[in-house]
């Protein structure tokens, strides 16, 4: 694989003195035997798995309160081109766009422009949903994903919209949608709550809402090649995005839609995402400019929803901890790109890494740098099970790949695990390369492992589609309806082979 290490590896920093690539140390100081160990071990481990992973690209930068600690790139920009990949290029950060949104938020409620408790209909008087219960979502309950909102279904990376009447022109669309559950009732990640929000900032503030991220947060945090606008990052600094298709491939469309710009949207580098998490880890200013008020971290940081066993919602930011330590993050994912943000704000660090190919699992390696800031062995970067089984599949058969599966999940040291998710994509992968019936072997593997999730059998069912089987179709799609009987998607997938959901 072909890997780059940016000329500026390593800068000297407090706590660690950090020294690397052959670069010069700051004259009158010796880096310590220890911090020479931690860097080695972070870029040792990152070239370990980019290479056994065998992602195009991967970027990653980890920082303190005022230094870079450490930057570093593997790879190529594009499997096309083969040009080096480096820390200062530009990835797609998906739903890590979420926490700048939140700071947009927080900055109107500091300038009295915004009540996080009002009705969202009082800044959006034309936003509603097919449910009366929607007029009782605030912007707390958007920003916590507790409003009761579904998900976007399509983000139409195949058709953007580019103009300035994208954001109103969503909000308008989703008239139609059904709610999950009532206000603050119970949390459900939405990304059209945030695509919403995105309106709210721009009627408020009386600017695009890209406009007003440029201007009010990113060029303040000289995050100068940083944009929600696609259009105006520079092409020279541009990755390109991967998708899974038998190994990963050149993806046919860049995820971009003005439409989502507030949920997904920003395009970064590590070395610019690195001047974000110093600004956040010293709550709320870097480099003598301030974005936020101190006391503001108390609203972003403070759990206002509780979204699973072991991590809470802030105010966009996601809440756990580990080891005794607060952790406080975010990870993206969208079409060809995966993102990772982690800070440690009690331990004064944090961490930021970006991959051009979305099968990447790129929380995996962000925890993987948490161990080694840590002082802590971190676990060894394995290929997925999924990726596995499927090479087993096409190299010996269905039955061996579920004999093999059977063999993983017995051994208790093997420490792998696999989600629903995982085969999907792998499915998914086929359909898009016209391996109709391979395509539905592994859905229909993946309702064997996974029965309980709606998802797998809506997948099952379209796939049955596209093999002419209508039947098999409509009884996959009752099946997922069966366990939630809310999934949208099998529901519209039952109207278009005219079959009634009432």
């Known amino acids: 694989m072909k890997r780059r290490i940016a000329a500026a590896l390593c800068t000297l920093a407090l706590p660690l003195l950090l020294s690397c690539g052959g670069q010069p140390t700051v004259e009158g100081t010796s880096p310590s035997e220890g ?24 970027a990653a930068a980890v920082v303190d309160v005022d230094a870079m600690l450490y930057s570093g790139a593997f790879g190529v920009r594009s499997l096309e081109s083969g040009d080096p990949l480096g820390p200062e290029n530009l990835f797609h950060m998906a739903s890590v766009s979420k926490p700048f949104v939140a700071t947009a938020i927080v900055q109107l409620v500091e300038q009295g ?6 009705p969202v209909t009082e800044y959006l008087p034309y936003f509603k949903l097919d449910d009366d219960r929607y007029r009782g979502i605030t912007i707390r309950h958007m920003l916590d994903h507790s409003s009761g909102m579904p998900d976007v279904e399509d983000y139409e990376w195949d058709k953007p919209q ?13 008239a139609t949608k059904e709610m999950i559950f009532a206000p603050g009732e119970d ?6 709550a945030f695509d919403t929000l995105g309106d709210v900032i721009a009627k408020v503030s009386g600017m695009s809402f890209d406009d007003y991220m440029k201007t009010r947060i990113l060029d303040p945090l000289e995050m100068t090649d940083s944009n929600f606008l696609y259009a105006e990052t520079s092409e020279a600094l541009r990755t390109t995005p991967h998708v899974w298709n038998m190994g990963p491939v050149v993806s046919s469309v860049y995820p971009y839609n003005r439409r989502h710009a507030p949920s997904s949207t920003l395009n970064s580098s590590v070395l610019e995402m690195a001047h974000w998490i110093q600004a956040n880890l010293r709550r709320g200013e870097r480099s003598g400019t301030r974005i936020l008020n101190t006391e503001s971290y108390d609203l972003l940081w403070t759990p206002s929803s509780q979204f699973n066993e072991t991590s809470s919602v802030g105010l966009s930011w996601f809440l756990e901890d580990y080891e005794g330590r607060r952790l406080v993050g975010h990870g993206g994912g969208d079409t060809g ?3 990772y943000i982690l800070l440690v704000p009690d331990e004064g660090f944090g961490i930021v890494l970006a991959s051009n190919y979305d099968q990447t699992p790129i929380r995996d390696i962000g925890f993987g740098l948490l161990d080694i800031m840590l002082g802590r062995e971190p676990e060894p970067i394995r290929r997925s099970i999924a990726h596995e089984l499927f090479d087993v599949y096409t190299s010996a058969g269905l039955e061996a790949a579920k004999h093999r599966y059977a063999q993983i999940e017995a051994d208790e040291s093997d420490g792998r695990t696999l989600g629903a998710g995982a085969l999907n994509r792998m499915g998914y992968g086929l359909l898009a390369s016209g391996n109709v019936q391979k395509a539905i ?35 996959y799609y009752h099946k997922a309806l069966e366990i939630d009987p809310n999934f949208s998607s099998s529901r519209r997938g039952l109207q278009m082979l005219g079959v009634s959901t009432d």
């Open 35 to 58: 911090a020479l160990d931690v860097t080695e071990r972070i870029e040792a481990y990152l070239s370990d798995a980019a290479e056994v992973l065998g992602v195009p690209g991967l």
């Open 113 to 118: 422009k915004i009540d996080l408790d009002a």
């Open 162 to 174: 580019f103009d300035e009447g994208a954001a109103e022109r969503y909000v308008r669309s989703i």
């Open 187 to 192: 949390t459900r990640y939405s990304n059209m």
């Open 337 to 339: 790109y995966v993102s």
């Open 441 to 475: 072997n592994i859905f229909e593997f993946n309702t064997d492992l996974f029965p309980d999730v709606a998802n797998v059998w809506d997948s099952l069912a379209e796939a049955s589609v596209k093999a002419g089987d209508k039947q098999g179709a409509i009884e």
